[in-house]
């Protein structure tokens, strides 16, 4: 093996480097990014792109050299060099591996640090999440919604809770995450900076309908997140605004609304909501002609009586701990209300 | 009836179920409780036979007769090798106590295992051919990627290591046998009840576990009753791990030839102590957790029931202090064999053989060290990544120490591409690095934090365990079957099985990565339409990849029927398995042989491993210089 044969796999392996690098540098690997944190973790991402290229190639060269050059002619029975090592090369692929992980550590934490920075002025959001749905409470605001709706270029703060199992909280254009844990508030902060609509992905197997708990994600210019919020304490303050709801009309838009919030669309199909999944049975289906005491039990106790082709435990038995009774009053109300006059099955 | 096999072994199933049944309603009984509980998670008519039954199956079949016997003060003969040995393809159904017939029960039931977790997959990508639901509705297809991953991870990775090493590591070290060939015997039978009872939770009400094979509390704790079926099968085949791990530390440490010291076990026996020092003593971590949960479902315990203040995320912790060095588990026994493999091909001593000895010592002891880079998102104590990233990149160095060592020992040999034991050797460096590589950028905490969960985390699974533990048993199957069977296979299939596998599985999970990053979350049986057009071509090639396996099946059955004789050393290897017949004689060498020299000695004039029994004592022993890696040439 002459210097120069060294040589020419040297050059090869930097080659290589440069090839793929720049080939695979011209790909947005993560999507659109949406946020300053989703910034960061790009460069971090195109950093190690460039660091595994590197790797990648003096594997490839030296396992291609070694191919093309020793391969062995048919009927060869000779022995390879008799070389059992080289102290110095050992050295050097055991040391030089250990700086580049322990350079791309620090820098992989010096990141970390800056996207979990906490800004003073920062819009605080609860999250609480259950199969299959989310909900956004907005503290400051005093609003609650299944729409995710934040300011452009501000820090959004969420502190999420998780009322059955876990569920994970992500929105890929902003690359940040964060399981949701039953029995603890988890914190996950996110700099939005482009405006559009996005969508939530629930990313921790929560259950059945694991695929299809997601939300919405609006983020918006400060004003119109103000005019949003304005527009949401309108429809709350209609509901809450007599303390118990008696107005039937009143008592069936909560029951909608709770039909929303309470994850329940994310399951049924049921016309009135405009809800089509099919996870559970067809409300339109399956409701008419039963009492209202029999669709109480069915939320409180999903078990007590399964409709034909779905199994138990699919649908999550708390109901009857998560509403209280007037909910569950208007929940059933707005379900024989919306059911009523279609053909029974 | 009253002979020890597979009629007694039914029978004794049937005695144990229906005494667990028996026991569960006389209880319930004598309590005033109602004779069958039906809520969603108990069954205790169901869990109990469930236990019982597996154990009456062992006893009928005769594992326990010796020691019963023994225990009993009845006369036993401690010579008695009438459990020994195969002589029809019957025997291989009955409790036997020759490692190398216990080899290939493992190797041949794994297998079983592997084309039905295969054949599971192919399902999977069927649904996921397109968006929408197809195939499966979104709760079996839960179960089939939960038994997916149960089967393979559980049933076949980590047994088919312990079966290749069961034949192959007797042979190596010039021992007769296992320490503990009964032990041996019993470690074989817990394991496809294991997969049986994975395999049975499809038939039980509410369907097979589907909380995935992690079974994260506290969707485990309220799951239905199929995930009992999945606590309890990593219980037998957690135990049968254990107690094959132990047998081989004791095997290896005591009953080497005469002459092994440390420094002259071949690599795979290195590679086989370092992991049955992490299987002793993790696996009992993953029992605990199982039977954690179990308690939560049918005890009424709250260890992660967190109403009652059990705590969600020590689920994780514990579960994952006993999965991530599982990681290395199903990875070290295939280094082991690259290891033997690449030196016989290309017929030159492993380059480095000490540090590549240390480097696998040095994973044993990082690999406890690392366990919650699984957890970076999970909502632990948020201090413990920076630590936990740091040590997940440390353990690169080992491993590349590896990769280097694979390199420079093909640097300057004489490289035999014709064996596809050798194909797969190559295929697996370039698959393995590339999933090494995204290991390293998964341990970088911001990084993962946006891919976590996604698709990215199943194309490194895929990377390391397919084109990583997978391509090393194919590597370590081809090579040796001449010594298993006696026979030749066909090398022209074993070339078009490298091919399609290695095209295949590119096709399959590289692609899997970009989704991910893009935003596909994994464990979905329905996504986002603008993933499609990808996941049409991951199924398409993922269909090309399971037919693949149909090509090594073919091969390997007709060449162990019908294919040419086998002789002792096709490979010209210098390790002691090749020294005696294909296959070896039942009691392996008729006088132990004596062990001269390294392992990997080619290209020394007049260098030996062993002298085997009745070969003329004229060789002279090697100097120490040409042993010892790291020597300067």
């Given at each position: 093996?002459?210097?120069?044969?060294?040589?020419?796999?040297?050059?090869?392996?930097?080659?290589?480097?440069?090839?793929?690098?720049?080939?695979?540098?011209?790909?947005?690997?993560?999507?659109?990014?949406?946020?300053?944190?989703?910034?960061?973790?790009?460069?971090?991402?195109?950093?190690?792109?460039?660091?595994?290229?590197?790797?990648?190639?003096?594997?490839?060269?030296?396992?291609?050299?070694?191919?093309?050059?020793?391969?062995?002619?048919?009927?060869?029975?000779?022995?390879?060099?008799?070389?059992?090592?080289?102290?110095?090369?050992?050295?050097?692929?055991?040391?030089?591996?250990?700086?580049?992980?322990?350079?791309?550590?620090?820098?992989?934490?010096?990141?970390?640090?800056?996207?979990?920075?906490?800004?003073?002025?920062?819009?605080?959001?609860?999250?609480?999440?259950?199969?299959?749905?989310?909900?956004?409470?907005?503290?400051?605001?005093?609003?609650?919604?299944?729409?995710?709706?934040?300011?452009?270029?501000?820090?959004?703060?969420?502190?999420?809770?998780?009322?059955?199992?876990?569920?994970?909280?992500?929105?890929?254009?902003?690359?940040?995450?964060?399981?949701?844990?039953?029995?603890?508030?988890?914190?996950?902060?996110?700099?939005?900076?482009?405006?559009?609509?996005?969508?939530?992905?629930?990313?921790?197997?929560?259950?059945?309908?694991?695929?299809?708990?997601?939300?919405?994600?609006?983020?918006?210019?400060?004003?119109?997140?103000?005019?949003?919020?304005?527009?949401?304490?309108?429809?709350?303050?209609?509901?809450?605004?007599?303390?118990?709801?008696?107005?039937?009309?009143?008592?069936?838009?909560?029951?909608?609304?709770?039909?929303?919030?309470?994850?329940?669309?994310?399951?049924?199909?049921?016309?009135?909501?405009?809800?089509?999944?099919?996870?559970?049975?067809?409300?339109?289906?399956?409701?008419?002609?039963?009492?209202?005491?029999?669709?109480?039990?069915?939320?409180?106790?999903?078990?007590?009586?399964?409709?034909?082709?779905?199994?138990?435990?699919?649908?999550?038995?708390?109901?009857?701990?998560?509403?209280?009774?007037?909910?569950?009053?208007?929940?059933?109300?707005?379900?024989?209300?919306?059911?009523?006059?279609?053909?029974?099955? | 009836?009253?002979?020890?096999?597979?009629?007694?072994?039914?029978?004794?199933?049937?005695?144990?179920?229906?005494?667990?049944?028996?026991?569960?309603?006389?209880?319930?009984?004598?309590?005033?409780?109602?004779?069958?509980?039906?809520?969603?998670?108990?069954?205790?008519?169901?869990?109990?036979?469930?236990?019982?039954?597996?154990?009456?199956?062992?006893?009928?079949?005769?594992?326990?007769?010796?020691?019963?016997?023994?225990?009993?003060?009845?006369?036993?003969?401690?010579?008695?090798?009438?459990?020994?040995?195969?002589?029809?393809?019957?025997?291989?159904?009955?409790?036997?106590?020759?490692?190398?017939?216990?080899?290939?029960?493992?190797?041949?039931?794994?297998?079983?295992?592997?084309?039905?977790?295969?054949?599971?997959?192919?399902?999977?990508?069927?649904?996921?051919?397109?968006?929408?639901?197809?195939?499966?509705?979104?709760?079996?297809?839960?179960?089939?990627?939960?038994?997916?991953?149960?089967?393979?991870?559980?049933?076949?990775?980590?047994?088919?290591?312990?079966?290749?090493a069961?034949?192959?590591l007797?042979?190596?070290?010039?021992?007769?046998?296992m320490a503990f060939?009964?032990l041996?015997?019993?470690?074989?039978?817990?394991?496809?009840?294991?997969?049986?009872?994975?395999?049975?939770?499809?038939?039980?009400?509410?369907?097979?576990?589907?909380?995935?094979?992690?079974?994260?509390?506290?969707?485990?704790?309220?799951?239905?009753?199929?995930?009992?079926?999945?606590?309890?099968?990593?219980?037998?085949?957690?135990?049968?791990?254990v107690a094959t791990a132990l047998n081989f530390l004791v095997t290896i440490i005591t009953m080497?030839?005469?002459?092994?010291?440390?420094?002259?076990?071949?690599?795979?026996v290195?590679?086989n102590l370092s992991t049955s020092l992490l299987v002793v003593a993790?696996?009992?971590?993953?029992?605990?957790?199982?039977?954690?949960?179990?308690?939560?479902?049918?005890?009424?315990?709250?260890?992660?029931?967190?109403?009652?203040?059990?705590?969600?995320?020590?689920?994780?912790?514990?579960?994952?202090?006993?999965?991530?060095?599982?990681?290395?588990?199903?990875?070290?026994?295939?280094?082991?064999?690259?290891?033997?493999?690449?030196?016989?091909?290309?017929?030159?001593?492993?380059?480095?053989?000490?540090?590549?000895?240390?480097?696998?010592?040095?994973?044993?002891?990082?690999?406890?060290?690392?366990?919650?880079?699984?957890?970076?998102?999970?909502?632990?104590?948020?201090?413990?990544?920076?630590?936990?990233?740091?040590?997940?990149?440390?353990?690169?160095?080992?491993?590349?120490?590896?990769?280097?060592?694979?390199?420079?020992?093909?640097?300057?040999?004489?490289?035999?591409?014709?064996?596809?034991?050798?194909?797969?050797?190559?295929?697996?460096?370039?698959?393995?690095?590339?999933?090494?590589?995204?290991?390293?950028?998964?341990?970088?905490?911001?990084?993962?934090?946006?891919?976590?969960?996604?698709?990215?985390?199943?194309?490194?699974?895929?990377?390391?365990?397919?084109?990583?533990?997978?391509?090393?048993?194919?590597?370590?199957?081809?090579?040796?079957?001449?010594?298993?069977?006696?026979?030749?296979?066909?090398?022209?299939?074993?070339?078009?099985?490298?091919?399609?596998?290695?095209?295949?599985?590119?096709?399959?999970?590289?692609?899997?990565?970009?989704?991910?990053?893009?935003?596909?979350?994994?464990?979905?049986?329905?996504?986002?339409?603008?993933?499609?057009?990808?996941?049409?071509?991951?199924?398409?090639?993922?269909?090309?990849?399971?037919?693949?396996?149909?090509?090594?099946?073919?091969?390997?059955?007709?060449?162990?029927?019908?294919?040419?004789?086998?002789?002792?050393?096709?490979?010209?290897?210098?390790?002691?398995?090749?020294?005696?017949?294909?296959?070896?004689?039942?009691?392996?060498?008729?006088?132990?042989?004596?062990?001269?020299?390294?392992?990997?000695?080619?290209?020394?004039?007049?260098?030996?491993?062993?002298?085997?029994?009745?070969?003329?004592?004229?060789?002279?022993?090697?100097?120490?210089?040409?042993?010892?890696?790291?020597?300067?040439?």
């Open positions: 093996m002459t210097r120069a044969t060294y040589l020419r796999m040297l050059a090869a392996m930097i080659v290589l480097t440069v090839v793929i690098s720049v080939v695979m540098l011209q790909f947005d690997w993560n999507g659109t990014a949406g946020s300053t944190e989703a910034d960061e973790i790009d460069t971090l991402t195109d950093v190690m792109i460039v660091v595994s290229s590197f790797v990648y190639s003096i594997v490839l060269v030296m396992l291609g050299y070694s191919i093309w050059r020793f391969r062995a002619k048919p009927g060869d029975e000779s022995d390879g060099d008799a070389v059992h090592g080289n102290t110095r090369l050992e050295i050097a692929w055991t040391l030089i591996p250990t700086v580049i992980v322990l350079v791309a550590a620090a820098y992989s934490w010096v990141i970390l640090d800056r996207i979990e920075a906490r800004e003073p002025d920062r819009l605080n959001v609860n999250v609480t999440a259950q199969q299959f749905a989310w909900q956004f409470e907005y503290p400051e605001q005093g609003v609650t919604s299944t729409e995710l709706h934040v300011p452009v270029d501000r820090q959004t703060e969420f502190s999420m809770q998780a009322i059955d199992v876990i569920h994970s909280f992500w929105v890929p254009e902003w690359r940040v995450k964060k399981d949701l844990v039953p029995g603890q508030t988890t914190h996950v902060t996110a700099t939005p900076n482009l405006e559009g609509s996005f969508a939530l992905v629930c990313t921790e197997l929560c259950g059945i309908g694991h695929s299809t708990m997601r939300a919405p994600v609006v983020v918006e210019s400060q004003e119109d997140f103000d005019a949003w919020v304005a527009d949401q304490e309108k429809d709350e303050g209609s509901e809450a605004g007599g303390g118990a709801v008696e107005d039937p009309a009143e008592e069936a838009d909560a029951g909608e609304a709770l039909f929303a919030e309470q994850g329940c669309s994310g399951c049924h199909t049921l016309s009135a909501a405009g809800s089509t999944a099919d996870i559970g049975p067809a409300l339109d289906e399956v409701l008419p002609g039963q009492s209202p005491a029999d669709i109480e039990t069915s939320i409180i106790d999903p078990d007590s009586e399964l409709s034909e082709g779905f199994g138990q435990g699919i649908m999550p038995d708390n109901f009857g701990d998560s509403l209280d009774e007037e909910q569950l009053q208007s929940l059933v109300d707005y379900l024989v209300a919306s059911t009523e006059g279609q053909g029974a099955k | 009836m009253r002979q020890p096999g597979q009629p007694r072994a039914f029978l004794g199933a049937l005695i144990g179920g229906a005494f667990g049944f028996g026991l569960v309603v006389a209880l319930r009984a004598i309590s005033g409780l109602e004779i069958f509980q039906t809520e969603q998670t108990g069954y205790p008519h169901l869990i109990v036979p469930a236990i019982s039954a597996p154990f009456g199956y062992l006893i009928g079949l005769g594992c326990f007769d010796f020691w019963f016997r023994w225990a009993a003060g009845a006369p036993t003969v401690p010579d008695d090798h009438s459990q020994h040995g195969a002589k029809s393809w019957r025997d291989y159904f009955k409790f036997n106590t020759d490692h190398k017939v216990i080899g290939i029960q493992y190797i041949v039931t794994s297998f079983i295992f592997f084309f039905i977790g295969g054949a599971i997959a192919m399902v999977m990508r069927a649904e996921l051919a397109q968006p929408g639901t197809q195939v499966v509705d979104p709760g079996v297809f839960n179960g089939l990627f939960s038994t997916h991953a149960a089967l393979m991870i559980f049933v076949f990775v980590i047994p088919i290591f312990a079966g290749i069961n034949y192959v007797p042979l190596m070290i010039g021992a007769p046998d060939p009964r041996n015997g019993l470690s074989f039978w817990l394991l496809p009840i294991a997969g049986v009872l994975f395999l049975a939770s499809f038939f039980v009400p509410g369907g097979a576990f589907d909380a995935g094979w992690t079974g994260y509390a506290p969707l485990s704790t309220g799951a239905p009753l199929g995930q009992s079926f999945f606590n309890l099968g990593v219980q037998f085949a957690g135990a049968s791990s080497r030839a005469p002459g092994m010291n440390f420094w002259r076990m071949p690599l795979l290195w590679a993790a696996t009992p971590f993953i029992a605990g957790v199982q039977f954690m949960v179990l308690f939560d479902r049918a005890l009424d315990t709250n260890f992660f029931q967190f109403q009652a203040g059990g705590d969600v995320v020590s689920y994780q912790h514990i579960f994952w202090f006993y999965s991530h060095p599982a990681v290395y588990i199903m990875m070290l026994p295939g280094f082991g064999i690259i290891s033997e493999v690449i030196s016989t091909h290309s017929r030159k001593p492993i380059f480095g053989y000490r540090l590549m000895a240390l480097a696998l010592l040095g994973i044993v002891v990082l690999s406890y060290t690392v366990w919650a880079h699984h957890m970076f998102v999970s909502g632990m104590f948020s201090w413990l990544r920076v630590p936990m990233m740091i040590t997940t990149l440390l353990i690169a160095v080992p491993t590349g120490i590896k990769i280097f060592s694979w390199l420079g020992t093909l640097f300057g040999s004489v490289l035999h591409l014709y064996s596809t034991a050798m194909l797969f050797s190559l295929g697996f460096i370039v698959t393995f690095v590339m999933g090494g590589i995204s290991g390293v950028m998964l341990g970088l905490v911001p990084f993962d934090i946006h891919v976590s969960d996604t698709y990215f985390i199943v194309a490194h699974i895929h990377f390391v365990l397919f084109g990583g533990s997978v391509f090393t048993i194919f590597a370590g199957i081809y090579h040796w079957f001449p010594k298993i069977t006696g026979r030749m296979y066909d090398e022209r299939l074993g070339r078009v099985h490298f091919w399609l596998t290695t095209v295949g599985m590119l096709g399959s999970f590289i692609p899997m990565h970009w989704i991910g990053m893009q935003g596909m979350p994994r464990r979905v049986a329905d996504y986002s339409a603008q993933f499609g057009d990808w996941n049409l071509f991951i199924s398409l090639f993922a269909f090309m990849l399971g037919a693949a396996q149909l090509v090594f099946l073919y091969n390997m059955v007709v060449s162990w029927r019908f294919g040419p004789r086998a002789p002792a050393n096709p490979w010209r290897a210098k390790t002691i398995e090749w020294q005696v017949s294909s296959p070896p004689p039942v009691f392996n060498f008729p006088e132990i042989p004596r062990v001269v020299g390294g392992p990997y000695e080619f290209g020394v004039p007049g260098a030996r491993h062993a002298i085997m029994p009745g070969e003329e004592a004229e060789v002279r022993e090697p100097v120490p210089a040409t042993v010892a890696g790291g020597s300067r040439t």
